[in-house]
């Protein structure tokens, strides 16, 4: 995530009744990890900082009651929805949250949930037609009642650039991974991981890794062009259709969004489609399937592209994934931890 330097990159962790009330300090643990690695390292990123909002008592919307000293009025970069650990818990007045979170989504916040929490963004109006992590039918009964509504995906964990979605076991701690990633990068990640015994899922590393683009700019014409291409995976899109999505003339959008999003229109929707098809090929897709299902016709086109994105062809991007898969299942579990999960270290590997 592309912040400036001197300012304070905030996660703000809304805990709605009935959320995980430990999900804010669990994050805001991981974060101070991160900075300090990020430090370490030399990398010159924005601090993370995590705050605590909970709902008004008078009927209001969410307000900070934790960092508020350390952060002005401006609208968090990141917002996330724990988990609940209660189904007690009843919102006076949802539709005030739910007005909230599609006002700061608007204003360019990204939005990340776990869980039930998903099932938040659902009734806010803010999945449709967009890629949700896989959930688990008998934990999650209402939230698949919902489903109708979004994409429904086979991976425990989506990053669509300005939603971040997470399924399963320990998914408010991906979602710290991920949310690591996108600000201090793959190596203050990987040592975070490392550190705290976070086990990381067969299949789920790529994910953690993936490309991720900036929505934190400010720009509301250049973030509806990327809105637009990240509901449609960038198929088929063109220079005018991405004017007309965004109201802006080409030139104004070429300068715009290069300056908003670091890359190009057309480099943006490349690294949209290539990563895409690193999915694709994750899940076992054939090659010349992939590259059809990502908009390119000339395979060789595609391969050329994959090769200067990725740093390898499809082809061997395929069999790497395949490889670490049957390495992974061959191998014998370590001794279960006192929670009994296996601890296995994160991959420092790019994908």
Same mark, same amino acid.
């Given at each position: 995530?592309?912040?400036?330097?001197?300012?304070?990159?905030?996660?703000?962790?809304?805990?709605?009744?009935?959320?995980? *009330? /430990?999900?804010?300090?669990?994050?805001?643990?991981?974060?101070?990890?991160?900075?300090?690695?990020?430090?370490?390292?030399?990398?010159?990123?924005?601090?993370?900082?995590?705050?605590? +909002?909970?709902?008004?008592?008078?009927?209001?919307?969410?307000?900070?009651?934790?960092?508020?000293?350390?952060?002005? !009025?401006?609208?968090?970069?990141?917002?996330?929805?724990?988990?609940?650990?209660?189904?007690?818990?009843?919102?006076?007045?949802?539709?005030?949250?739910?007005? +909230?979170? /599609?006002?700061?989504?608007?204003?360019?916040?990204?939005?990340?949930?776990?869980?039930?929490?998903?099932?938040?963004?659902?009734?806010?109006?803010?999945?449709?037609?967009?890629?949700?992590?896989?959930?688990?039918?008998?934990?999650?009964?209402?939230?698949?009642?919902?489903?109708?509504? +979004?994409?429904? /995906?086979?991976?425990?964990?989506?990053?669509?650039?300005?939603?971040?979605?997470?399924?399963? *076991?320990?998914?408010?701690?991906?979602?710290?991974?991920?949310?690591?990633?996108?600000?201090?990068?793959?190596?203050?990640?990987?040592?975070?991981?490392?550190?705290?015994?976070?086990?990381?899922?067969?299949?789920?590393?790529?994910?953690?890794?993936?490309?991720?683009?900036?929505?934190?700019?400010?720009?509301?014409?250049?973030?509806?062009?990327?809105?637009?291409?990240?509901?449609?995976?960038?198929?088929?899109?063109?220079?005018?259709?991405?004017?007309?999505?965004?109201?802006?003339?080409?030139?104004?959008?070429?300068?715009?969004?290069?300056?908003?999003?670091?890359?190009?229109?057309?480099?943006?929707?490349?690294?949209?489609?290539?990563?895409?098809?690193?999915?694709?090929?994750?899940?076992?897709?054939?090659?010349?399937?992939? !590259? +059809?299902?990502?908009?390119?016709?000339?395979?060789?086109?595609?391969?050329?592209?994959?090769?200067?994105?990725?740093?390898?062809?499809?082809?061997?991007?395929?069999?790497?994934?395949?490889?670490?898969?049957?390495?992974?299942?061959?191998?014998?579990? *370590?001794?279960? /931890?006192?929670?009994?999960?296996?601890?296995?270290?994160?991959?420092?590997?790019?994908?």
């Amino acid at each position: 995530m592309d912040a400036h330097k001197n300012d304070p990159t905030e996660i703000a962790v809304v805990e709605y009744p009935g959320a995980d *009330p /430990s999900a804010a300090s669990m994050l805001a643990e991981m974060a101070h990890v991160g900075n300090r690695l990020a430090q370490q390292q030399g990398r010159h990123t924005a601090r993370i900082l995590v705050s605590r +909002w909970v709902m008004a008592a008078d009927g209001g919307g969410p307000q900070r009651v934790a960092g508020a000293e350390l952060l002005d !009025a401006t609208v968090p970069a990141i917002i996330a929805l724990p988990g609940q650990v209660s189904q007690n818990g009843q919102i006076r007045d949802e539709s005030i949250l739910l007005d +909230w979170l /599609s006002a700061h989504y608007d204003g360019g916040s990204l939005l990340a949930a776990v869980n039930d929490g998903i099932g938040v963004l659902s009734r806010a109006g803010l999945l449709a037609g967009r890629a949700v992590a896989s959930l688990d039918a008998s934990r999650f009964p209402a939230l698949n009642a919902q489903s109708g509504s +979004w994409v429904p /995906s086979e991976r425990s964990l989506v990053d669509d650039g300005d939603l971040l979605t997470v399924g399963g *076991p320990q998914a408010w701690r991906f979602l710290g991974l991920r949310l690591l990633y996108r600000v201090h990068g793959q190596g203050v990640m990987a040592a975070v991981a490392q550190q705290q015994g976070i086990v990381v899922p067969a299949g789920m590393q790529q994910d953690l890794e993936r490309f991720s683009a900036n929505f934190a700019h400010g720009d509301r014409d250049v973030l509806k062009a990327q809105r637009w291409l990240h509901t449609t995976a960038a198929r088929g899109a063109t220079l005018g259709a991405i004017c007309q999505a965004s109201g802006l003339e080409p030139r104004t959008l070429q300068r715009r969004f290069l300056k908003a999003t670091g890359l190009r229109p057309i480099e943006y929707c490349q690294r949209l489609r290539i990563a895409k098809a690193q999915l694709l090929l994750q899940q076992g897709g054939a090659i010349d399937e992939v !590259a +059809w299902g990502v908009g390119y016709a000339d395979q060789s086109a595609f391969r050329r592209l994959f090769l200067r994105v990725v740093g390898m062809t499809p082809a061997t991007y395929r069999r790497m994934v395949a490889g670490k898969l049957r390495d992974r299942a061959a191998a014998p579990l *370590p001794a279960p /931890s006192p929670m009994g999960t296996p601890v296995r270290p994160v991959a420092r590997h790019a994908a």
